[in-house]
């Protein structure tokens, strides 16, 4: 899929040391706290808050920590379908009417950072679930997991090559437009890779809601592909016509003029 970025006018805006000094205290906040509570769980007292905070939540449950990555990897597939849905209507321009163009796609690249974060979670979970745990090597290589190797090694590619197009959205001034619009076709490769191991892969699969859910979410986004390709192979018919017009602009003056 081919992202264009949007014209944006340039805003000159004043710069204001305020900014940087409350981000600067904000990141110091966030890592003291870290950095106490690390500390405060060393303690008796942080130990003893440790097995409540364990028996209040249940988190030493096998149960807890299955429909944690159940629930995230749904709510990950979920958010990468509307990454998709969102750069097909940034690319086709079919929303312009109805959106600011530059708040359709910065709303895309958030909620591509977003569906990484659930990725991330439903991983990290794996890791920590007691009846099938995951090794960090068997999460990270494709192929090796003891859990329908196939279809979860499909997963982690689709993980990698969505992670690979969203890094792109700092990356595209760098690397120029042209190569950011051909990574951004492996964003369709990603969300089919996600889509074969959510069906393949996924425990609520054979549920008739989950059937539903991949079947909607795939035919809207084939939809707006071939809508998409439709729209692609118009502007450059559109663009040879033009073409074809100016090179034989010139004639039709010669022509008259003799």
């Known amino acids: 899929m081919s992202i264009e970025h949007p014209n944006q006018p340039s805003r000159t805006q004043p710069s204001s040391p305020w900014r940087a000094i409350i981000s600067v205290f904000a990141t110091l906040l966030v890592l003291g706290l870290i950095l106490l509570g690390a500390l405060f769980s060393l303690t008796p007292s942080g130990q003893a808050a440790g097995k409540w905070f364990t028996w209040f939540f249940a988190l030493?449950?096998?149960?807890?920590?299955?429909?944690?990555?159940?629930?995230?990897?749904?709510?990950?597939?979920?958010?990468?379908?509307?990454?998709?849905?969102?750069?097909?209507?940034?690319?086709?321009?079919?929303?312009?009417?109805?959106?600011?163009?530059?708040?359709?796609?910065?709303?895309?690249?958030?909620?591509?950072?977003?569906?990484?974060?659930?990725?991330?979670?439903?991983?990290?979970?794996?890791?920590?679930?007691?009846?099938?745990?995951?090794?960090?090597?068997?999460?990270?290589?494709?192929?090796?997991?003891?859990?329908?190797?196939?279809?979860?090694?499909?997963?982690?590619?689709?993980?990698?090559?969505?992670?690979?197009?969203?890094?792109?959205?700092?990356?595209?001034?760098?690397?120029?437009?042209?190569?950011?619009?051909?990574?951004?076709?492996?964003s369709l490769v990603g969300y089919l890779g996600a889509t074969l191991h959510g069906v393949y892969a996924g425990t609520d699969s054979p549920l008739p809601a989950m059937q539903l859910l991949y079947k909607g979410t795939g035919l809207v986004v084939i939809f707006l592909t071939v809508f998409w390709l439709a729209l692609l192979a118009l502007r450059k018919l559109e663009a040879r016509r033009q073409a074809l017009a100016l090179a034989r602009l010139p004639r039709r003056r010669h022509a008259t003029s003799n």
């Open 60 to 186: 030493d449950t096998v149960q807890l920590w299955w429909y944690v990555t159940r629930a995230s990897g749904i709510v990950a597939y979920l958010l990468l379908w509307f990454s998709m849905v969102l750069g097909l209507a940034v690319t086709s321009k079919y929303l312009d009417r109805l959106l600011d163009r530059m708040f359709t796609y910065d709303f895309h690249q958030f909620i591509s950072l977003l569906s990484i974060a659930f990725v991330v979670l439903h991983v990290a979970v794996l890791m920590l679930d007691r009846y099938l745990p995951y090794s960090i090597w068997q999460v990270l290589v494709p192929f090796i997991s003891p859990y329908r190797p196939i279809w979860v090694g499909v997963g982690v590619i689709g993980f990698y090559l969505t992670l690979l197009v969203t890094v792109t959205f700092y990356l595209r001034k760098r690397i120029g437009m042209r190569l950011f619009r051909i990574i951004h076709v492996l």
